[in-house]
């Protein structure tokens, strides 16, 4: 601690200190103005960051088909039965469809009434050994789908369904406490699910343990009364537990075509089938009334999904223009904390403001993504300019303009010659539309940033912590050691001056006693 007195001489030490110092924090404060502009720059990059890598993701979910669909499909007749959704390629030919019946899913469940525990309805929190009887057996294993899970006797309903349902992804474990019914079912239409439990095997030469899946009985069935298990699908006799499987059901669905009477079987291993493409998802059977499927053409999801490209698009250029023509202030540097002190929070505000300013005027990186933005427009503008889309006036620098009616009636009258232009021509395979073009050009763009700011090429997260394997992450390294370095001077310096202060004073002190003494002589 350094000693800050003023003595006998009078003066203010810590003011006339404090005035030096000053002059020596110069330099101090034109590095920390410097690295608070370059903070603000990385910054206004990340912000853009954000924003291009959220276009980018709009980008992709545009490009895929059902974005752009121009089909829709109707179901009439029986509504709940049957549920249709068009593909781009649907066909215009109607369908009848007639749901016999519904395909399940291959399982097990527990049979002969209810769990009980002692008389009583079981419940979630009811555990293995309530419902055995706590007959002495202290543990049971459940061997499904090559996996094998182990329970305790003091394990409840409710955890041996939380296990199972974590320890085996192909499967899906529930206990209804109405019913009072375990159910172990796939995940999955069309699999079937096998009693391979895992089993160790060590080889007597070399003691390596080994794991393999065979066919072994589960103890867990018995407990929560699976004692009726499906044979295996081929026939063989093979109960669940001896080699068997527990197989899956087939739904059978008659379709019918408006060009031909005949009423064609599909015999469907899940709960949806695409036909003439159009993807049917079956609810319940029909029972007699048939559902009907009509499809015809409607541009209205593909309208939607164009203007929200042109409003993104827009905005996206917008904000990379106003960056690039925004007027700096040089005349406006931040502010130091002792200018702070004398200014209101309005005008701390208003000033940073400025400060902040044309950060990234005339940016390169952001000039040449600009450019390249308005190229791949203006080299399909032909094409867009027919489908309602067009160019602003030249102050606006790209922005694009939409007549609705124009887009509506080119969707209607001629689809794939209009999304061609925007997810390239099926029959080129080379040939990229203006959603991928884009999205290519823009992750050059964030591979710039990633370099230069140390972003990410992925995260839309305006807030992401910055990277400092980057050029402006190691101008910062730089910033931060040379204002510690200079910090540090300065407290030496402000040491070394009032130590100086110090020694004068004490010389004064003497000074002025060896006077006094003398004056007394002359008394």
Known sequence: MNMRINGFSGMDIDSMVKSMMTVKRVPLDKLNQQKQILDWTRNSYRELNSKIVQFNQKLADMNMSKATNTQKSTVSGNTTAVRAEANADASAVGLTVEVESLAKKSGIQSNSGLLTMGGDNAKSSTTLGELSGNAGQNEFD???????????????????????????????????????????????????????????????????????NESKSSSLFSVLNFSDTTADPLGNGKKFGEGGTLNFTKGKVYITSALDPTRKLFDTDSDTLTVNGVKLTFLEETSGTPSKITTQSDPSKAVETIKSFVDTYNELLGLMNSKLSEQKYRDYAPLTSEQKKDMTEDDIKNWEERAKSGLLKNDTILSSAVASMRTLITSNLKGLSEAGITTGQYYEKGKLQIDEAKLNDALSSNPDKVLSIFRGSSSDIDGKGIFSGL???????????????????????????????????????????RISDLERKMTAWETRYYKQFAAMEKAMNQFQSQSSSLSSYFQ
């Open 142 to 212: 459940l061997n499904i789908n090559g996996k094998t899970v182990q329970f305790l006797k003091g394990d409840s309903i409710s955890t041996v369904v939380a296990r199972i349902n974590s320890a085996i992804p192909t499967v899906t474990a529930t206990f209804d406490e109405v019913s009072g019914k375990f159910t172990i079912t796939s995940k999955e239409f069309g699999k079937t699910i096998t009693d391979l439990g895992e089993s160790k095997v060590i080889d007597p030469d070399t003691g390596e343990e080994t794991v393999v």
């Open 439 to 481: 999205r290519t050009e823009l992750n050059s763009t964030l591979d710039l940033f990633v370099k230069k700011v140390g972003t990410s090429n992925r995260d839309a997260d305006a807030s992401m912590t910055l990277k400092t394997e980057s050029i402006m992450g190691e101008q910062l390294k730089n910033y931060n050691k």
